[in-house]
């Protein structure tokens, strides 16, 4: 359910269950707080982002941004990145919060500006998938488009890249293989994996893939041609 409060309990207090901290972001939390080895990230649903002291939860630095924070952040190596309600992507400087570079995704249909997946961070690039039916790849450095490719229905589930293919899933249940070369990108291969859509962010295995749906099934999917192996 929706709660305005941010808390961290650490595994220590597992037993006691007692709160290592909690902060009040006075807004409905967009997502779930995401971490890295030092910070807690978390975004209000009133545009505010907040890094946190992952120990003790001390407010490293908060920034408003323009309309409101839709679905999870994604943290990456130096950014962590926001999707909004005005239909951008924005990379905020690990930092000290400042705005990095921002997307604009240029839609004009309402549920295709509110809501993006979370990103995938490449080496020097990003992907991530869109409620307008795309799969789209920006430059990691200024967040400039290098692609975008578009697929049967709405990209809620990260998509993930390994060896330069990056695999996507869509909310009607098909998973694609897109080659992302020097030219642009290429579909290797789609299928259909059951009924009921993919939400879950995919898994990236040693020889398969992962994914969830709606409905709790999980799935390994082959890298090759696309093969549910079980």
Known sequence: SATRDIWVGAVADAISGQ?????????????????????VYAAGRNGKVYQFERSTGQVAWTVQVEGEVQGKLSVGSDHVYAGTSQGALIALNKKDGSIAWEYESGETEARSRQFF????EGKDRLYLGTASSQ??????ENGELRWNFRVSDWVRSRPIEVDGVVYAATLDSRLYALQDGPDGVTELWSNYLGQHGF????????????????????????????????
Do not use: H, N
Not at 200 to 212: F, K, N, T
């Open 199 to 230: 939400t879950a962010d995919l898994v990236a295995g040693e020889s398969a893939i992962l994914s969830a749906d709606r409905k709790f099934m999980l799935y390994s999917v082959g890298y090759d041609e696309g093969t549910t192996r079980w």
């Open 117 to 120: 997946s979370s990103v995938w």
């Open 135 to 140: 799969v789209i790849c920006l430059g990691a």
């Open 19 to 39: 709160d290592v901290w909690t902060y009040d972001t006075k807004s409905i939390l967009s997502g779930e707080p995401q971490t890295d080895d030092s910070w």
